[in-house]
């Protein structure tokens, strides 16, 4: 009997590179080689969505600040998409007896169909 074959574990194989694996049944890639390209690949692409997930809810920050700097409370969700802020991204979120509510860092708003409205400063 072919030693690899037998040892072969059903459908399991190298995460890197798709070659199937022989051996111990915990074993993850074919090499050393091909364990450190998979472990770059991740660092580099959780960095990536880290960096975007940051410098979107700081383009929403700073979005909500310069609308609260003209006094403006509230804004159209068309008008608020057009300058940029992705209503996805927040920092926080709770529901309050009637409505939810949401927060980016330290500026608090509410979401209605057409409108983020309520938008101020917490303390
Ligand atoms: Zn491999």
Sequence with gaps: MDYQKRNNRKGCSCLNCDQPLYGRSD???CSPQCRYEFN???KKFNNTEKKIIEMTLLQNYDILNRLLSINRKSA?????RA???DIDYCTFTTVRTT???YRCFNIEYRITKLRV???HYIN
């Design 27 to 29: 074993k993850k890639f």
């Design 40 to 42: 770059n690949y991740v």
């Design 76 to 80: 159209s969700r068309d008008e608020l």
């Design 83 to 85: 300058l940029g802020f």
């Design 99 to 101: 409505h939810r509510v």
């Design 117 to 119: 409205v309520c938008i």
